[in-house]
């Protein structure tokens, strides 16, 4: 094997490295969640003080949010397949929709807490009321930094073209965006739907 | 060739898959929860058993985790890792919680 080669494997091994890492961060931000949970399911049991969940959810409207969600991981996967066969419009098309998909969810979200809180569900009505929106306010926190994210993306495609750079990029991102749909799957389960039998 | 990052191939096939599983498995309970037709430990039963099936479909049809190359072990491996402490602090905070409440009311 040539000097060459080998310097080439070697970067290899370190691109796999740096992706292992954030694969780790990824996981430390579960941790973070599984607390968030925790902090959530100790609070809100059925004899706690304050108002009621379940007389202000709207599951047609969290339905609707999971979908704008889970639309928007599938076409980051059309992205990152066309990234892959050298189509860079179609990467930024797929991207663009992506961000619209996610912008739509975090909009949703906000306007919820606004008529929540509008309707006597707020921040400092209960224990309860607070490691909701702590919980579900830190994943719309992520979202929107993802969707930050995306954006910068999207800008930095024309710039570095498809190349391995742009594909580790892609990677990092997409690792991240998956895990926001895969929290929000515990989102749904756990806060609204048990919220709301 | 593409480095070796253990998050699998990419393919349209299994993205569509995934996606039809998922949606599937977020409309059945959701319908169960609307449109109540079960007992209460029952409806949690669909949700729990919804969300850890959905939970799987996306770890393999989108997240791609495997177990062909050394890389995407150690991304199984630390992935099994993590979510044995999520477990330890949720079942644990609650379990804590319980039996605190127990003791103080008998």
Redo the contacts between chains.
Sequence with gaps: MSAGALAHDHHHDSESTDVFGFWLYILTDCILFASLFATYLVLNHPDAYGPAFKEHVNLAYVLWETFLLLGSNFTFGLSVLSLNKGKLAMTQFWLVLTFILGAGFVGMEINEFVALAHEGFHWQASGAASAFFTLVGTHGLHVSFGLLWILITIFQLPIFKVSQIMKRRIIYLGLFWNFLDIVWIFLFSIVYLMGAV | ???????GE???SV?IFG?FL??VL?LI??GA??Y?DLS?AK??IV??V??TL??LV??VC??RLNYSTE?AK??VM??I???F??FV??A???WI?YTLNYRMMH
């Design positions: 060739m593409q480095p070796d990052y253990g998050t990419k393919k349209l993205y996606l998922c949606v977020t309970p959701f929860v609307m109540p209460d409806t949690f949700i729990m919804s969300a959905q939970f996306q770890v989108f997240l890389q150690m991304n630390s992935f890792l993590s979510i402490i999520l602090v949720v644990g905070s609650l919680m």
